[in-house]
């Protein structure tokens, strides 16, 4: 029997339909710049559970562990994303998806990520295609992951470019919910199927198998025949 593989999304929270997948779940708010922990709330924007379902249609037998940051009108901070990573490390999850993005680098942020890293976890952050780069992302021990209109929903590239390492599918089955962010949450599932059938694999052995098996190299060069 393979162990249960522990999928851990810092995000917006998730659907009632998904619950059965979610075996833990935290919320991570504001209240006077001061952070306070409670019980998830419903998925107010939507974002998470298109995440969650871009992820468990690609590796259908995970569980995951949900760390919900976002507040209505999808604003977090580099503390709440911090603290969500420190407490999915907690889970014993093997990889986090970041589809969020904050402009300027914390150390905070950082020493989560790294921390996270240092126990053995996958972290995969979205990335703009275009613009300024974003963390975490930016950081050089997470996959920085965009979307890539080329790739069907079984496909991924592998960009190996300024802006990032790799890219896949841009669409989902949530109506407005699409770029970077799916891009990111197919390439997680992508990794999360590989993961299932590879338990032992090493982080450095599934970027390698994105390698060699990416659909596209480099990136998308428009306007070529």
Same mark, same amino acid.
């Given at each position: 029997?393979?162990?249960?593989?522990?999928?851990?999304?810092?995000?917006?929270?998730?659907?009632?339909? /998904?619950?059965?997948?979610?075996?833990?779940?935290?919320?991570f708010?504001?209240?006077?710049?001061?952070l306070?922990?409670?019980?998830?709330?419903?998925?107010?924007?939507?974002h998470?559970?298109?995440?969650?379902?871009?992820?468990?249609?690609?590796?259908?037998?995970?569980?995951?562990c949900?760390? /919900?940051?976002?507040?209505?009108?999808?604003?977090?901070?580099?503390?709440?994303?911090?603290?969500?990573?420190?407490?999915?490390?907690?889970?014993?999850?093997?990889?986090?998806n970041?589809?969020?993005?904050?402009?300027?680098?914390?150390?905070?942020?950082? !020493?989560?990520?790294?921390?996270?890293?240092?126990?053995?976890?996958?972290?995969?952050a979205?990335?703009?295609? !275009?613009?300024?780069?974003?963390f975490?992302?930016?950081?050089?021990?997470?996959?920085?992951?965009? %979307?890539?209109?080329?790739?069907?929903? !079984?496909?991924?590239?592998?960009?190996?470019?300024?802006k990032?390492?790799f890219?896949?599918?841009?669409?989902?089955? #949530?109506?407005?919910q699409? %770029?970077?962010?799916?891009?990111?949450?197919?390439?997680?599932?992508?990794?999360? %199927? #590989?993961?299932? !059938?590879?338990p032992?694999?090493?982080?450095?052995q599934?970027?390698?198998?994105? /390698?060699?098996?990416?659909? #596209?190299?480099g990136p998308?060069?428009?306007?070529?025949a």
């Amino acid at each position: 029997m393979k162990p249960e593989l522990r999928i851990g999304v810092v995000d917006s929270g998730h659907s009632a339909a /998904q619950r059965a997948q979610v075996i833990a779940g935290r919320r991570f708010s504001l209240l006077d710049d001061a952070l306070v922990e409670g019980e998830l709330r419903d998925d107010a924007l939507g974002h998470g559970s298109a995440v969650v379902e871009a992820i468990g249609r690609r590796a259908p037998s995970a569980v995951f562990c949900v760390a /919900q940051v976002f507040d209505q009108r999808g604003v977090t901070s580099a503390l709440q994303i911090a603290t969500a990573i420190d407490w999915l490390v907690e889970q014993d999850v093997r990889l986090i998806n970041l589809s969020l993005g904050l402009r300027q680098d914390r150390s905070l942020l950082r !020493q989560a990520c790294t921390a996270a890293v240092g126990r053995g976890i996958l972290l995969c952050a979205s990335s703009p295609a !275009q613009g300024e780069g974003v963390f975490p992302a930016n950081y050089p021990q997470v996959l920085r992951v965009t %979307g890539d209109a080329r790739c069907a929903e !079984q496909q991924w590239s592998w960009l190996d470019s300024a802006k990032a390492d790799f890219a896949a599918c841009v669409h989902g089955t #949530y109506p407005g919910q699409s %770029g970077a962010s799916l891009g990111c949450a197919a390439l997680s599932g992508h990794i999360a %199927g #590989y993961l299932q !059938q590879q338990p032992q694999a090493s982080n450095r052995q599934v970027v390698q198998w994105l /390698q060699d098996n990416a659909r #596209y190299r480099g990136p998308e060069r428009r306007g070529r025949a």
